[in-house]
């Protein structure tokens, strides 16, 4: 990580061990900005008062290695993020004014999003970030990543039987709680469908009698207009001195026929009119047709404008034409029968319900029986750690509790609440000494003991949980001698598999760790700045001298600390 104008650290880079490194220095010198700069790289609140004093701005950048194609790797992808040989690039700014932005491989980003990567990424433990670990979900969830296959088998169908349940269930209720809406529903398309088929209406019939209405309507205009077109076109028979058209078309032909053979020009218009005259020929029958068969019957209007009538009392309550009409008649009569079978469907779906319900019975059962055989293995797992952690008497252990419900399903001989997970409420315990009755870990441990219990539960998952770095702050608090030589021990057992960052006080629990940093800040009068060093050799036992008896030069210090080096070594 790099750090720059974040509280007392002006720039600074942090270089972590893919082992166990441990962050050391004086109180106040800074190292509580190294756990919030990675707070924030996950997506953590983001305070104006954390940017240094006349600073515009503070960035916190962080290089996390990612192996491609996992989790992380794919979700960063589809946001838009690129990897970087196999790391992912984060960022975050936070102005002095309050503003915030997170870059993610390159990308702007909603911080949101590095929240949403972060339980993926490091699980933190410390006095003020223990609430998540707190709750009975995190703690199932816990419980069940131990339990291994023997939890997520039944687990996985029972999630299927659940997810299916829902869909059944909500289904059902839909049908049954809207029976009268859809009764209703049913009597309307009925009636519409029946008034439809009433009538029987042909597909594109009000077009077709709309013309013939308006041609009924002038039928006497319309004979009148053809017999004085046929006349000037063909002639009158009762006036046959008024010359037609066809008569004088007629004799202009014949005039150039008769010399056609001395001009090819003329002999075209010649033609033409020859094709003129055959055309009128054709008009004028057809004319004398037209109206010999105009049906001007009264009574026949009459009829078309009754069934003209008849469709349009359709058009104003099923659609725009009769084409719209039948269009709604379809849909219709398809609706009609889905609510005709509600019935059936209602004794489909309510069978089926029944059948998931006494499936997840059996499934409900499995998952309490295997939780119960793991929480039994887990909690003295975790209590044989927390006996080497300075709580030599204190008992771990879990209430996996069902509650009554009528309406739920079957575990054990009684009808219990389910949920998503099963029918288990799992919340881990703590008796701290004997006769104390067993609590839940938020009010029966203290902050020093809870993120002992955290280091103990997370020794306990090493090599399970997928989570691939851990972040302890004061997880040595009150504690001293040779238990916290044990939690050095533990914390470098856990580093096995992971990488373990630590912000410690105690010389016991640094020195078992694969790098060492030590934060400390000078001033120079005007300005005060942290630095991080990596120590290694003579500066190394420096430090745990100061930190043993806050003499670095002291022999007597300095020999402890080398014995303490030199035990780390040997358990390594």
Not at 35 to 63: F, H, K, N, Q
């Amino acid at each position: 990580m790099r750090i720059r104008s974040l509280g007392v650290i002006d720039d600074a880079v942090v270089e972590l061990s893919p082992g166990f490194t441990a962050v050391t220095g004086e109180t106040g010198a800074g190292k509580t900005m190294v756990v919030t700069s990675l707070g924030l790289l996950l997506g953590g609140r983001a305070d104006p008062a954390l940017v240094r004093i006349g600073s515009p701005s503070a960035v916190v950048e962080g290089r996390i290695s990612v192996a491609p194609g996992d989790a992380v790797a794919k979700r960063a992808e589809e946001a838009g993020a690129e990897l970087d040989e196999g790391a992912l690039i984060i960022s975050r700014t936070i102005s002095a004014e309050g503003r915030s932005r997170a870059h993610l491989g390159g990308r702007s980003v909603p911080v949101g999003m590095l929240a949403e990567l972060a339980d993926d990424l490091v699980a933190v433990h410390g006095q003020t970030d223990q609430q998540g670990l707190l709750k009975p979900a995190r703690q199932r969830g816990a419980l069940d990543r131990y339990a291994g296959g023997a939890v997520a088998r039944p687990l996985a169908g029972y999630s299927e039987a659940y997810r299916r349940l829902r869909a059944v269930s909500a289904e059902l209720e839909e049908l049954t709680t809207r029976a009268r809406e859809r009764a209703q529903e049913a009597d309307l398309l009925r009636f519409g469908l029946a008034e439809i088929e009433a009538v029987e209406p042909r597909a594109g019939e009000d077009v077709e009698l709309a013309a013939e209405a308006e041609r009924l309507g002038h039928a006497e205009a319309l004979a009148s207009a053809a017999a004085l077109a046929h006349g000037a076109l063909a002639g009158n028979p009762e006036d046959p001195e008024v010359l037609d058209a066809t008569t004088l078309v007629a004799g202009a032909g014949r005039a150039l026929e008769a010399v056609r053979s001395h001009d090819p020009a003329l002999a075209a218009l010649a033609d033409r009119i020859g094709e003129i005259s055959i055309l009128l020929a054709d008009v004028a029958g057809e004319l004398a047709g037209y109206a010999d068969n105009l049906d001007a019957d009264p009574r026949r209007l009459a009829a078309v404008e009754e069934r003209r009538a008849a469709l349009t009392s359709l058009t104003r309550k099923y659609g725009v034409d009769i084409d719209a009409v039948l269009a709604w008649a379809e849909e219709g009569a398809a609706r009609l029968t889905e609510l005709d079978g509600d019935d059936d469907r209602i004794g489909e779906l309510t069978a089926e319900r029944d059948a998931l319900r006494a499936e997840l019975s059996v499934l409900a059962q499995a998952l309490t029986d295997a939780r119960t055989e793991a929480a039994a293995r887990f909690a003295d797992a975790v209590t044989a750690e927390l006996a080497s952690l300075a709580m030599p008497h204190a008992r771990v252990s879990f209430a996996i509790r069902q509650t009554e419900d009528p309406e739920g399903v079957e575990v054990g001989g009684r009808t219990v609440a389910y949920g998503p997970h099963g029918a288990d409420e799992v919340e881990l315990l703590l008796a701290p000494h004997p006769g104390a009755p067993p609590r839940p870990i938020a009010k029966g441990a203290s902050g020093g003991e809870l993120s002992r219990v955290m280091l103990a539960v997370e020794v306990v998952f090493a090599g399970t949980d997928p989570v691939p770095t851990y972040l302890f702050d004061e997880v040595d608090a009150g504690v001293g001698g040779k238990a916290a030589v044990e939690i050095g021990r533990r914390l470098a057992k856990l580093a096995k598999s992971a990488q373990v960052v630590v912000v410690t006080h105690l010389p016991q629990v640094a020195a078992f760790a694969d790098r060492q940093l030590l934060v400390e800040k000078t001033n120079d009068g005007s300005v005060t700045r942290s630095g991080v060093t990596v120590l290694e050799g003579e500066d190394r036992v420096r430090e745990l001298s100061r930190m043993l008896a806050g003499q670095e030069d002291s022999e007597t210090a300095r020999a402890h600390a080398e014995e303490l080096l030199a035990t780390a070594r040997a358990d390594a």
